[in-house]
């Protein structure tokens, strides 16, 4: 598996990506995973240009291994951010949400390897239209975060047929049984995140790393279906809160509101009550805290081991 097409597209030595995660995946998180022959991935979220440039410089101060950053192409501050991957030539970027438009386009041109995630067959076929994409991160609904509605499992081979780049799988990995199977169903890389949420390396609060840690395979919920952006998030008070004002028929803009700002409440201030603790169904089975590097090097072996198995 190691230094396959997606290593050698990418210039790492392991084909395992650290998912960009808003609020989580800083300079930290994506330095150590680098560090570890992955893919680190810093998230933008919605933050402005200055945060996304200190954490790109801080990131290279830690690492000289490739990185990435994920961008939201809904951020209130898009034009700001395409701009500061441009003047910080950041080599590799991941695409959330949106409408890739003109800015495709402006990272084509400055030579930016473009990664789109996408839920969909439909939109795994539009995005690799456009000039600059190298590979798709086909995320199944089994993720922690904004999700769409098909299963990995169903997913991946259903997009790897569809296209002629790569594509990693993401969505409910947490183990080497779980990378052996993507890249059984045509996968050629994997997107972790629920995993890399408790790393030793991840800044979130202690607080944020112990609710995964006591979650079971139950203990997630999808919550925001009614306003058109599912989210799949820890049941806690205000997950009822969320679901039982969606079950009264709350509007879609009453129900954002009340949204706005829950995830950092819970990742910064350590409100696992009333936050958006968001994680994936697969946190059932994260039950260690340990260092990226040693979550990469179990996700090897393990795969290594299941492959061993299942040709024995
Ligand atoms: C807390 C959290 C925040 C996330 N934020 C983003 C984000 O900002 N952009 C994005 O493309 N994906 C985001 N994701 C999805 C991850 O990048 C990744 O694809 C997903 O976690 C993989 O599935 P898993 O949680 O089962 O490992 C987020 C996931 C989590 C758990």
Request: proline share 4%.
């Amino acid at each position: 598996m190691k230094n396959n097409e997606i290593c050698e597209i990418l210039n790492i030595e392991v084909p395992i990506f650290q998912g960009g995660m808003a609020w989580v995946s800083d300079s930290s998180l994506a330095a150590a995973v680098s560090n570890a022959g992955g893919l680190g991935i810093i998230a933008a979220g919605n933050a402005p240009k200055d945060w996304i440039v200190d954490q790109i410089r801080k990131t290279k101060e830690l690492t000289n291994k490739p990185f990435a950053l994920n961008i939201m192409l809904l951020s209130p501050f898009i034009d700001d951010v395409i701009d500061a991957v441009i003047e910080e030539k950041v080599k590799i970027v991941v695409t959330g949400a949106g409408n890739p438009g003109k800015y495709f386009k402006k990272l084509n041109e400055a030579g930016v390897k473009i990664i789109p995630v996408v839920p969909t067959v439909s939109q795994a076929v539009r995005m690799v239209r456009n000039d600059g994409v190298v590979a798709l991160v086909a995320e199944g609904a089994e993720a922690g975060g904004h999700i769409g509605v098909t299963n990995t499992m169903s997913l991946i081979p259903q997009i790897v047929d569809a296209v002629d780049v790569p594509v990693i799988a993401a969505g409910g990995i947490a183990d080497g049984r779980g990378v052996a199977a993507a890249f059984c169903l045509g996968a050629k890389a994997v997107q972790v995140g629920t995993r890399f949420i408790v790393a030793d390396e991840c800044s979130v609060s202690e607080e944020y790393k112990e609710k995964v840690i006591k979650a079971k395979d139950t203990s997630t919920i999808v919550t925001g279906s009614s306003t058109g952006h599912p989210v799949r998030i820890l049941k806690n008070k205000f997950s009822k809160l969320f679901k039982k004002l969606e079950d009264e028929n709350t509007s879609p803009e009453e129900l954002e509101k009340l949204g706005a700002g829950k995830l950092r409440s819970a990742v910064v201030d350590g409100d696992v009550d009333n936050g958006s603790v968001m994680a994936g169904q697969i946190a059932g089975m994260v039950k260690k805290r340990e260092s990226c590097e040693s979550i990469i090097n179990d996700l090897l072996e393990g795969y290594e081991r299941t492959i061993r198995e299942v040709y024995e």
